[in-house]
Structures are given as structure tokens and as C-alpha cells.
């Protein structure tokens, strides 16, 4: 015997993982069938009382609580200043002016040399040797003029400030005095506009210069004032857990909601589903006793009409050779076509009128000639409906009826007709007979027959079928089945 396959075994955490696994859905089953059992009225309140029992909860140990810790913190710490030594008193600038000094240096200097010309005033100071002594009678401003006029005159120092003022020719001395006290007068002037605005200038530098340097000696001495200490302090911390609660709130309702919602649906439809299987099984189950029943019945009428045609078959034999020869031929075609009737009955399967049509036929002559002139029948059904969907069995019965319970018991019997038609999209099959009527014979049944048609045309069709009894015009019972109209394809006629 060969060994059996043994189980590969388990991870260690495999069985409690399903244990979890399952205590979980049991869970959230069991709270998803409660907030389904529970109105949106009451979820709502719930959901109110939730979050205030979370605000409240939240500010509440072990939600929250404080510790006090010691902490080291630096701390910048600014020196008292230190007194400034005192400033020395600035030195008053000195006021320009113009100053015409006689030239120092060696040798024997006298008088200068002063010309204009169109290129200004030169003022040069004149150094004169013993041996250079002009002649007498010569003008003093002509002997200016022309010991200026010589650029070489020798005995001028070049490394002393010259003013050359030359005297064009032709000018009297009155005028180069004038001229000259006109220059002093204009040099004196732009000298001391020149000097005016230097004087601006320095003062607003040094001011300037002043403030940049005050203002960098004082950061300079804050900077050296400033220094960092460390501190021990205490400090109370706080812990808050519960900042999240309300949030989990909001989101525990949200989901509760959505649960409610899909779950109530999910189980709506489980048991609409549920029903349908219900419904349908008992459906099956109805219809398998209504076939029952067909089946029963038929099993029990076919006997007693086959006994009764075998008889009068028998009957005719001896007294119309040539009728018993017609009634035979009439059985045998209704046998033909009766015994897959019975087994497509019994399988649930599908029948056109045609077929039911070639049952009626036979049937109807058979008992024609059992009630010879007392029967007449009338079958006016169009070509093309003979393929139309029609339950079997359901006119043969409603014939049987018409002849047992109505034409029959009748003395004079009476005509029975077979009609079907088109009427508003449906497919109307009558039978008509002008016996003694519905429920007025002595051989009245127990309307177990019409019963079950009605059954069967609920099982099939619905609403959309039914079958209406009514008192014929002409005397006797109008019977009618209307049922959806649809052809059968591949149906013979």
C-alpha cells in the first residue's frame, strides 16, 4: 500500500494569523449587520456623541500630560560701556585771502615785472646786477616795459613765483594801474570763492568722515561689549496624543457610513438574489406538479377514450365494415401523433399549433363517427400560424371538455369550432361548442383540467397569458387562451 501524501507543515504564525483572520470578519461582519439594523436618525446621533466624547477625551490623560525637563540656553549679555577720553578741540581754519609779498630769496631784488596781454597778467619778480643800471631820462614804466619785453633777462631766479602781467603797447601807465587794481580785484575774488567752497567741502567730509568714524567706534564697542552666557533654565513640556482622536472620528464616521450604505445594499441584494432562487426553484417545483397532474390526467383519459374507440371500432366491425375501417385509421393517426406529444410534455419541451392541430384532427373524426349526424366541427386556423409557440395539450383538453360537458350530453348535440387569430400582438386560440353550456350538464367536472391550464399559463408566461371563459352567442361555452404570439423555427405544419 503506498504511503499516504503527507500535509507540508505549517509556518508558526500561520494559525494564529488565521485565527486573527477570522475573528476580524466575524467582527466586521457583526458591525456592518449592526449599522445596517440601525436607522440613519440614530447613526447620525451616534456619530454627534462620538465626536464630543472624543473632544472631551482628548485633553484627558493618557491623551495628555507634561514633564518638566532642565535645559542649558545661551544667552548674550552686553558689558556697561566705558567713558570716552575727551576730544581735543579742532584747530579753526584759516581765512584765505590774497597777499602780494615782495620775494625773498638772495641777491638784490627790486620791483617786479607785470604785463597783459590777451592771455592774462604775469607779475615777475626783477633781480637787476650792479652793472645792469638803466640810463636816466628813461620812463619808469617804460623801462618796465622794456626790460620785461626781453624773456631772457638775466638775473630772474626760476624757482620763485612769477606773476607776468605785460603792458601791451601803447598804454599809459594810469591804465595799468587801473588795469592791475582791476586783476588784484578779480584774483582776490575767485581766490576767496575757491577758498569759500574748499572750506564746504572739507567741513562736509569731515563731518561725514566724523559720523562713519563715530558710528564705527560704537559698533566696534558694542561688539567688544557683547559676550555669551549659558543659562540653566526649567522648562515644562507638553505631550498631546489626543490631537489625532478627532481626526479618527471623522474618518471612523465616514467609514461607518459607507459600510452602512454598500452593506445594506450588498445584503439587499443577497437576499433579493436569495428570493429569485426561491421563487424560481418553486416555480420548477409548481410546474413539475402541473406536468404531473397533465401527465396523471392524460394517462387517465387516454385509457378510457382508447376503451370507448377500441369498442365502437369493435361495434362497427360487424354492423359497417367500411366506418370501422375509417374509425381505425383515425386512431392510428392520433396515436401518431399523440405519443411524442406525451414525451415532449413530460420534457418540458415546445410545441407549435400545427402539431397540436394534427391531434385535435383525428380526435374530432374519431368522434364524429361515434356521434355520427349529432357532431359537426369546424377548424378555421390560418396557414401561417401553425407555427406559432402554443403549450401542448391545452386544446385537446379544452375540446375534450366542449365534447364531454357540453355537445354530448345533448340530444341533439351541436357543432364545435377550433379558431385561432392574431388579436392586439397575441396569438388567440378559441374553441366554441353550442352545447348545453358551462356548468349546466349532469356530467359537470370538477374544473381540475381548467385549473391546470391556468397554472400552467402562469408558469410559462406570466401575465401575459391567459385563459377566459365565456357563454357562446349562439348558445353553449366560448372558451378562449391567449398567449404571446412567437413562431417556432424548424415547426412543420
Known amino acids: 500500500m503506498p504511503p499516504m501524501p503527507s500535509t507540508p507543515p505549517q509556518p508558526p504564525g500561520s494559525d494564529r494569523w488565521q485565527r486573527f483572520r477570522s475573528a476580524s470578519v466575524r467582527g466586521f461582519h457583526t458591525y456592518a449587520n449592526w449599522l445596517v439594523s440601525i436607522s440613519w436618525r440614530r447613526f447620525a446621533l451616534l456619530s454627534l456623541a462620538l465626536l464630543v466624547a472624543t473632544a472631551i477625551v482628548q485633553d484627558l490623560p493618557p491623551f495628555r500630560w507634561s514633564y518638566t525637563e532642565r535645559v542649558t540656553v545661551p544667552r548674550v549679555v552686553t558689558d556697561p560701556e566705558e567713558p570716552e577720553p575727551p576730544k581735543r578741540p579742532a584747530r579753526p581754519p584759516k581765512s584765505p585771502g590774497v597777499t602780494i609779498e615782495k620775494p625773498k630769496g638772495s641777491g638784490t631784488t627790486e620791483g617786479v615785472d607785470i604785463s597783459i596781454d590777451e592771455s592774462g597778467v604775469r607779475i615777475t619778480p626783477k633781480r637787476r646786477e650792479a652793472a645792469s643800471t638803466p640810463a636816466p631820462g628813461a620812463s619808469g614804466a617804460a623801462g618796465a616795459a622794456a626790460s620785461a619785453t626781453s624773456p631772457g633777462t638775466a638775473g630772474v631766479d626760476s624757482d620763485k613765483p612769477v606773476i607776468d602781467i605785460r603792458l601791451p603797447p601803447g598804454e599809459h601807465s594810469e591804465n595799468v594801474r587801473e588795469i592791475v587794481a582791476e586783476a588784484r580785484r578779480v584774483a582776490e575774488e575767485s581766490i576767496r570763492e575757491a577758498a569759500n567752497e574748499a572750506r564746504e567741502s572739507a567741513e562736509e567730509a569731515a563731518r561725514e568722515a566724523a559720523a562713519a568714524a563715530e558710528e564705527a567706534a560704537g559698533d566696534a564697542r558694542a561688539a567688544r561689549r557683547q559676550r555669551v552666557v549659558y543659562e540653566p533654565q526649567e522648562r515644562v513640556r507638553v505631550v498631546r496624543l489626543g490631537d489625532s482622536l478627532m481626526e479618527l472620528a471623522f474618518l471612523w464616521i465616514l467609514g461607518s457610513g459607507v459600510i452602512k450604505f454598500t452593506y445594506k445594499r450588498q445584503i439587499q441584494a443577497?437576499?433579493?438574489?436569495?428570493?429569485?432562487?426561491?421563487?424560481?426553484?418553486?416555480?420548477?417545483?409548481?410546474?413539475?406538479?402541473?406536468?404531473?397532474?397533465?401527465?396523471?390526467?392524460?394517462?387517465?383519459?387516454?385509457?378510457?377514450?382508447?376503451?370507448?374507440?377500441?369498442?365502437?371500432?369493435?361495434?362497427?366491425?360487424?354492423?359497417?365494415?367500411?366506418?370501422?375501417?375509417?374509425?381505425?385509421?383515425?386512431?392510428?393517426?392520433?396515436?401518431?401523433?399523440?405519443?411524442?406529444?406525451?414525451?415532449?410534455?413530460?420534457?418540458?419541451?415546445?410545441?407549435?399549433?400545427?402539431?397540436?392541430?394534427?391531434?385535435?384532427?383525428?380526435?374530432?373524426?374519431?368522434?364524429?363517427?361515434?356521434?355520427?349526424?349529432?357532431?359537426?366541427?369546424?377548424?378555421?386556423?390560418?396557414?401561417?400560424?401553425?407555427?406559432?409557440?402554443?403549450?401542448?395539450?391545452?386544446?385537446?383538453?379544452?375540446?375534450?371538455?366542449?365534447?364531454?360537458?357540453?355537445?354530448?350530453?345533448k340530444p341533439e348535440g351541436g357543432h364545435l369550432m377550433v379558431r385561432a387569430e392574431i388579436v392586439h400582438g397575441k396569438l388567440a386560440v378559441t374553441v366554441s361548442d353550442t352545447g348545453l353550456g358551462f356548468g349546466r350538464a349532469a356530467t359537470a367536472g370538477t374544473g381540475v383540467g381548467l385549473a391546470n391550464i391556468r397554472e400552467r399559463l402562469q408558469l410559462l408566461y406570466g401575465p401575459k397569458a391567459a385563459l377566459t371563459i365565456s357563454e357562446n352567442p349562439g348558445g353553449g361555452t366560448r372558451a378562449v387562451i391567449t398567449v404571446p404570439y412567437k413562431p417556432v423555427e424548424g415547426a412543420s405544419a
Open 270 to 409: 443577497e437576499a433579493q438574489a436569495a428570493q429569485a432562487v426561491e421563487t424560481a426553484e418553486a416555480e420548477a417545483l409548481k410546474r413539475q406538479v402541473v406536468e404531473a397532474r397533465m401527465a396523471a390526467m392524460q394517462a387517465q383519459v387516454e385509457p378510457h377514450f382508447l376503451f370507448n374507440t377500441l369498442a365502437s371500432i369493435e361495434h362497427l366491425i360487424q354492423t359497417d365494415p367500411q366506418r370501422a375501417s375509417q374509425m381505425q385509421r383515425n386512431l392510428i393517426a392520433l396515436l401518431r401523433a399523440s405519443m411524442p406529444t406525451m414525451r415532449e410534455t413530460n420534457d418540458g419541451g415546445v410545441r407549435d399549433l400545427g402539431r397540436e392541430l394534427s391531434v385535435i384532427r383525428p380526435y374530432l373524426e374519431i368522434l364524429k363517427v361515434r356521434m355520427e349526424e349529432r357532431l359537426t366541427t369546424e377548424i378555421d386556423v390560418p396557414e401561417g400560424l401553425m407555427s406559432a409557440e402554443f403549450p401542448p395539450m391545452m386544446v385537446q383538453t379544452l375540446v375534450e371538455n366542449a365534447i364531454k360537458h357540453g355537445l354530448e350530453p
